[in-house]
């Protein structure tokens, strides 16, 4: 594809973000991107009779991965007129998270050919995907390589977890980013002694508790025993000790002491960037790609960032690297279908999309061939990680977490802060939990 044509595609989806900016909601943003993608794939299918269908399966809530989809699926179907790709964007699932929404699409025979994953691990266990070529895996710094020897997933993009907050209230009130836990406490209180709502919470989607279940697991968990859910699944440790109960007295007690927004149960994830700009919260613990959108919503407001701290004054960062895309094992049973998979990820890569969709996401890149970061607050964050910062190597969702188990952390949080359980109650039932799901795996 010339340059030229590309520049247009990008400029057209352009000109889609900044209507966005300026009136339209997420859902009513998605629908014009959608009709715009599906506009031209009706265009092509016109020109020509004999395509090859490609299936393009992903989670829709976040806004910017939308726009970056559609800006991909546009633009390779001008380079490919013999493919026809058409999007499948998730649906919400009565737990609320997309990987069940991925098993009950498997379950029916209806999952995509080109497939977005949020637990690549899990993938793999449900046999969804095949494995990857070398044409593929050679373009990315970093893969998870399966037990079998085989690369099922490519990460997206990089995505950095941190506290997003407003520096136009710290600025007033005087205050600092904390540099322990007790510190952030004191900042809480500080905040909502001053009338403001120190924290806002998504926990309308329960994935979105895993950010504070990331950060908690390896402050009050696993800072003192990195092979912590080795060791449980061993029967040398327990959900009901000392530590796991620290981090749900901890996760709780910001609620609590009326340190998140009310309302929390029935905010969602895109929700929460509307509370920062618009002042009704501080802050949000949450990814970097968040930053913009909040931006976008208040031009105006000023944005700090800082990593979390724990007691000793370690800063932590986690990268959302579970997500990826994988081509599904159906998929790579037809010979025409699966190379126009390998040829859309290839795509996807590409210096000028692979880009384009960084810039979008307001994420780092995952490729071998370096890619330009234009955002200024984005380099520090990325040049903070790289100067101090803890990034665990383990985390509660990795290969030594019984399969379904983070799902289940999440939702067990929602049902203590519902009032539904006890925190004696549900660390027993976290326990419960992690052996069976271990004596299932055999």
């Known amino acids: 594809m010339g340059k030229e044509k590309l520049r247009r595609i990008i400029k057209k989806n352009r ?24 506009r031209h794939a009706e265009v ?24 970056s989809v559609s800006l991909v699926c546009a633009a390779f179907m001008e380079k490919y007129p013999e493919i026809e790709v058409r999007l499948q964007p998730s649906t919400r699932t009565q737990s609320g998270f997309y990987d069940d929404y991925l098993k009950r699409q498997t379950a029916v025979g209806e999952l995509g050919d080109v497939v977005e994953v949020k637990d690549i691990r899990m993938a793999y266990e449900e046999g969804m995907f095949c494995p ?5 895996t050679d373009l990315l710094q970093d893969t998870w390589m399966a037990p079998d020897g085989c690369v099922y997933t490519l990460p997206g993009v990089r995505l950095e977890q941190g506290m997003i907050y407003n520096k136009d209230v710290f600025d007033a009130l005087g205050l600092t980013p904390p540099s322990t836990w007790e510190e952030f406490e004191v900042l809480c209180e500080t905040l909502k002694e001053r009338q403001y709502t120190p924290l806002v919470v998504g926990g309308g989607d329960s994935w979105h508790l895993m950010f504070w279940c990331r ?37 709780a007690g910001l609620f609590e002491k009326g340190y998140v927004s009310r309302g929390y149960a029935m905010t969602g994830d895109a929700e929460t960037c509307e509370y920062i700009a618009n002042g009704n919260a501080v802050m949000l613990y949450s990814l970097c790609n968040q930053i913009p959108k909040i931006q976008s919503l208040n031009p105006e407001i000023r944005l700090g960032w800082f990593f979390m701290p724990d007691d000793e004054g370690r800063k932590y960062s986690f990268t959302d690297n579970q997500s990826g895309w994988g081509i599904s094992a159906e998929c790579g049973n037809d010979e025409k279908k ?6 859309f990820l290839k795509f996807f890569y590409s210096e000028e999309i692979y880009g384009e969709i960084c810039s979008l996401m307001n994420a780092l890149p995952v490729t071998k061939q370096e890619i330009p970061v234009e955002n200024e607050q984005l380099k520090a964050i990325s040049e903070e990680v790289g100067s101090g910062v803890l990034k665990p190597e383990m985390q509660i969702g990795d290969e030594d977490t019984p399969e ?12 203590v802060l519902d009032g539904e359980k006890t925190k004696e109650e549900m660390l027993k039932e976290y326990q419960q939990e992690w052996e069976r799901a271990v004596a299932d795996a055999g």
């Open 132 to 136: 990857l070529p070398d044409e593929l």
């Open 44 to 67: 092509e299918n016109t020109q020509t009779e004999e395509k090859t269908v490609l299936i393009v399966t992903f989670a829709s809530g976040d806004d910017g991965w939308n726009r």
């Open 215 to 251: 950060y908690f697991f390896n402050s009050c968990v696993t800072s003192s025993n990195p092979s912590w859910q080795k060791d449980c699944t061993l029967g040398k440790v327990s959900w009901t000790e000392e530590e796991p109960a620290e981090m749900l007295d901890r996760f």
């Open 338 to 343: 699966y190379d126009a998979a390998v040829n």
């Open 404 to 415: 379904g188990f983070r799902n289940f952390l999440c939702a067990g949080l929602k049902k």
């Open 15 to 38: 000109g889609i973000r900044r209507i966005a900016v300026g009136c339209l909601t997420a859902a009513a943003l998605f629908a014009l991107i959608f009709a715009f993608y599906n």
